[in-house]
């Protein structure tokens, strides 16, 4: 089973501020990972598929990258209703797993 | 638009079983594999189970494998997941989710709660 590692578990930034979360797969995934965006009380929305491509609708200011394996989403400049807990899930082989989420505070 | 409605949760005692519905509706059903998502209380997302339009290849988590059973029925836009032999650790909202491209869950459903307790 491929572990994916996220990293920071939590982080509190201002509006405005550039934040980096990462995700780490413990084996190759090639470009089969995907980024999550989780509100309280709501069911996930896709942001980010294929490591690198954002899914219709969501802001330019949210991108994915890749570097082997080591993934990061990035958020350019942060709004108030980017508060939420980001997953990674990679779909590379089953069975499919997700990161344990990083949960993005804004003050 | 997309809709996926999941139905048939609710309160079990170990041991039982529960079947969970997801009704797809605002895309070509038969198009996209389809997933089932969990998510235990104040816990993270835990994938289940997918499985891909011809109705044969089907995946399962571990904790799954021989206890859950994936369908679908195509004639009626219709996703299934069988529990069986259900534990108090598979207490959890259970989303139906439609895959897209590269494997991605793009559209998911508001999920149903499954809560197993004596």
């Known amino acids: 089973e491929i572990v994916l590692t996220q990293s920071p578990a939590a982080v509190s930034l201002s509006p405005g501020e550039r934040v980096t979360l990462s995700c780490r797969a413990s084996?190759?995934?090639?470009?089969?990972l995907t980024w999550y965006q989780q509100k309280p009380g709501q069911a996930p929305r896709l942001l980010i598929y294929?490591?690198?491509s954002r899914a219709t609708g969501i802001p330019d200011r949210f991108s994915g990258s890749r570097s082997g394996t080591e993934f990061t989403l990035t958020i350019s400049s942060l709004e108030p209703e980017d508060s939420a807990v980001y997953y990674c899930?990679?779909?590379?082989?089953?069975?499919?797993?997700f990161g344990q989420g990083s949960k993005l505070e804004i003050k | 638009e997309v809709q996926l409605v999941e139905s048939g949760g609710g309160f079990v005692q170990p041991g039982e079983s529960l079947r969970l519905s997801c009704a797809g509706s605002?895309?070509?059903?038969?198009?996209?594999?389809m997933s089932w998502i969990r998510q235990a209380p104040g816990k993270g997302l835990e994938w289940v189970s997918t499985?891909?339009?011809?109705?044969?290849?089907?995946y399962y988590g571990d904790f799954a494998k021989g206890r859950f059973t994936v369908s679908r029925d195509n004639s009626k836009n219709m996703l299934y997941l069988q529990m069986n032999n259900l534990r108090g650790d598979d207490t959890a909202v259970y989303y139906c989710?439609?895959?897209?491209?590269?494997?991605?869950?793009?559209?998911w459903g508001q999920g149903t709660l499954v809560t197993v307790s004596s």
């Open positions: 294929d490591a690198s």
């Open positions: 499985i891909r339009v011809n109705n044969f290849d089907k």
């Open positions: 605002g895309f070509t059903f038969t198009s996209y594999a």
């Open positions: 989710a439609k895959d897209g491209r590269a494997g991605a869950s793009d559209s």
């Open positions: 899930q990679q779909r590379s082989a089953w069975p499919s797993t």
């Open positions: 084996q190759s995934v090639s470009t089969f």
